[in-house]
């Protein structure tokens, strides 16, 4: 029983030696090496993204060039990729890999076309629009448009909120653009609730005018709501410093969150583009409660609407700086700090109570000082 004992003793050693070695040999492979090495899933998706490129280059072949004249949602290049992905792609994949296999998608069929080809087609099960309020932004708002043509939207709503310059003839020069003119300046929010309430679309993404996203970074959040999420929101946590520095209309954006029963949330709101809605939700609160984002979503959490942190875009250092949002106690952070004590005597009308919590000081402490 002795000898057994040994042997098994000094197989154990052998096996946490060799365990050990290989955890060593692992630590030295660079962080970006280890995401080279093979794996069954890469393989997968390698082929299936070599397929998607085959497929591609047929469709492409069949292309005309009256075809550039269509709205990507509406285009055969949209169809035959849903068609394709309905066919070969047996489980809803994750926006990485759904973007590399409409990236694949689209060389083959550029390639066979012989036409240079920018555009993502998606395969959602729902309709999407986007909202984009802009105020004097005819530097940027085409460039803002050419991105979002790049995705199957069925319209796209430009509300030019008290433009003074030549916003309108940006807008014009895009046949994606529906637009809404308001003379006078009445806030990017009333925009976003009129330009929601003027779409039936299932997915409403909402960007502005001033500041250019990419087609890739946008494509997430309306996935998301296709996936069955009702609010999308841009996680801005990584750009955020410690609590002891935030100012005070990032702490409003927490404290709400978390009195809500969302600590997860974070800061992240709807004051915040891009972010994308449901229908449902928008049907549920009103799309005159969008007007004061904060309100528009206590209502949604408070009635149990589901909300997601997509993806970090950094739209903080490309804001522009205006008179009015610069500086300590400057009037837009007046302002959406009222929307917040606005938010609360909402839902205080409405019969909301807070949920009680056995959370100590210290863990709260622990957690606002991560």
């Known amino acids: 029983m002795r000898r057994r004992t040994r042997r098994s003793v000094t197989a154990r050693s052998r096996i946490n030696w060799a365990g050990r070695k290989r955890r060593q040999e692992r630590r030295t492979i660079p962080k970006r090496s280890r995401a080279a090495l093979p794996s069954i899933h890469r393989a997968g998706e390698s082929k299936l993204a070599d397929a998607a490129y085959e497929e591609g280059l047929l469709e492409g072949a069949k292309s005309n060039a009256g075809e550039d004249e269509v709205l990507l949602y509406e285009s055969p290049l ?195 583009v891009p972010h994308a809605l449901a229908r449902r939700l928008i049907e549920n609160i009103g799309s005159e409660q969008l007007m004061v984002p904060p309100k528009a979503q206590a209502l949604a959490l408070a009635k149990g609407h589901r909300f997601a942190l997509v993806q970090p875009v950094d739209v903080i250092s490309a804001n522009r700086k205006r008179p009015g949002n610069t500086g300590t106690g400057n009037a837009v952070a007046d302002l959406i700090i009222g929307d917040h004590a606005e938010a609360f005597h909402a839902l205080i009308d409405a019969g909301w109570m807070p949920q009680s919590s056995t959370v100590s000081r210290t863990e709260v402490a622990l957690r606002r000082n991560a």
């Open 78 to 272: 949209q169809r035959a990729f849903t068609d394709w992905c309905a066919s070969h792609v047996k489980k809803r994949p994750d926006i990485r890999t759904m973007l590399r296999l409409s990236k694949s998608y689209i060389g083959g069929y550029a390639k066979a076309s012989g036409r240079k080809d920018a555009r993502i087609p998606l395969p959602l099960a729902r309709t999407a629009a986007a909202v984009v309020c802009a105020s004097n932004e005819q530097d940027t708002l085409g460039k803002v448009l050419q991105q979002l043509e790049r995705l199957p939207f069925q319209e796209v709503i430009v509300v030019l909120n008290g433009c003074r310059d030549q916003s309108y003839s940006a807008a014009r020069n895009h046949r994606i653009a529906s637009i809404l003119h308001v003379p006078g300046r009445l806030g990017h929010d009333v925009g976003r609730s009129m330009g929601a309430a003027m779409t039936s679309a299932d997915i409403v993404l909402f960007t502005d005018g001033d500041v250019v996203i990419s087609a890739e970074e946008l494509a997430p959040f309306i996935y998301k709501v296709d996936e069955g999420i009702d609010a999308a929101l841009n996680d801005l946590n990584p750009y955020l410093p410690p609590y002891m520095h935030q100012d005070e209309v990032t702490r409003c954006k927490s404290f709400l969150n978390t009195v809500l029963g969302h600590p997860e949330l974070g800061a992240n709101s709807l004051t915040a």
